[in-house]
């Protein structure tokens, strides 16, 4: 099976830099991904990570160590349009769907 | 281009009744998932459909059933609706199986009362 764990909740500063951390225990998956979610609308993909290692994208850097059970998404220069939730996501091997952690709410504030 | 477009984007229902909800994935993609997201939590998958066919069930009573039309569009239906089925539903297409990015729809905001 799969199990994801996200902190519920993190407040960060306008042009700050914020890690939201997720750990993981599964049997096996073929990619990580983080998507963004603002209240009330659909999740939207940010990154995918298939090899250990960081992906840099723009403001967004998404890390993963599969040794470790571990990813964790940087946001630099944090806006406040980045006040969203931050969902963590694995496919497991052999299956199609994508099982997700509960969220990450980011509150970034002035 | 249309992205992923679901069907009514809100709904108010009582228990017992049912429901049809619907999707219509990004032209040219050919797997619709279906997934309930409770307030507060990540969504759940509840379905997959590539060409017609189903490739994958969550762990959902056999209350939710789910199809794909020749379109590739999408229906998902709960029966006998219950409380705790109150959700956000969301749909989502890639073009093919495997490992593609999930393109979200907007989410049906399903209350029963």
């Known amino acids: 099976g799969q199990n994801i764990d996200q902190p519920t909740e993190m407040t960060a500063t306008e042009g700050a830099i914020v890690q939201i951390n997720c750990t993981y225990q599964t049997s096996g998956f073929n990619g990580l991904f983080w998507y963004q979610q603002h209240a009330g609308e659909a999740p939207t993909f940010l990154s995918y990570n298939v090899l250990d290692g960081l992906e840099e994208k723009g403001r967004f850097s998404s890390f993963l160590s599969r040794s470790k059970g571990y990813s964790y998404l940087l946001l630099k220069e944090l806006q406040m349009k980045d006040s969203a939730s931050y969902l963590c996501?694995?496919?497991?091997?052999?299956?199609?769907?994508?099982?997700f952690g509960t969220g990450t709410r980011l509150l970034v504030s002035p | 281009d249309a992205g992923v477009t679901q069907s009514p984007t809100h709904l108010i229902k009582t228990r017992g009744q049912q429901v049809t909800l619907r999707c219509s994935p990004i032209?040219?993609?050919?797997?619709v998932s279906w997934y309930q997201q409770v307030l507060g939590q990540g969504p759940q998958f509840i379905f997959q459909?590539?060409?017609?066919?189903?490739?994958g069930r969550g762990n959902f009573p056999d209350r939710f059933s789910a199809r794909q039309f020749p379109n590739y569009s999408s229906e998902l239906n709960v029966n006998a609706l219950l409380l705790g089925d109150s959700a956000l539903y969301l749909c989502?297409?890639?073009?093919?199986?495997?490992?593609?990015?999930?393109?979200f729809g907007p989410g049906t905001r399903l209350t029963v009362t």
């Open positions: 032209s040219g993609h050919k797997s």
């Open positions: 989502a297409s890639t073009p093919l199986l495997g490992d593609y990015e999930q393109y």
């Open positions: 459909y590539y060409e017609k066919e189903e490739r």
């Open positions: 996501a694995v496919r497991p091997r052999g299956f199609q769907k994508l099982v």
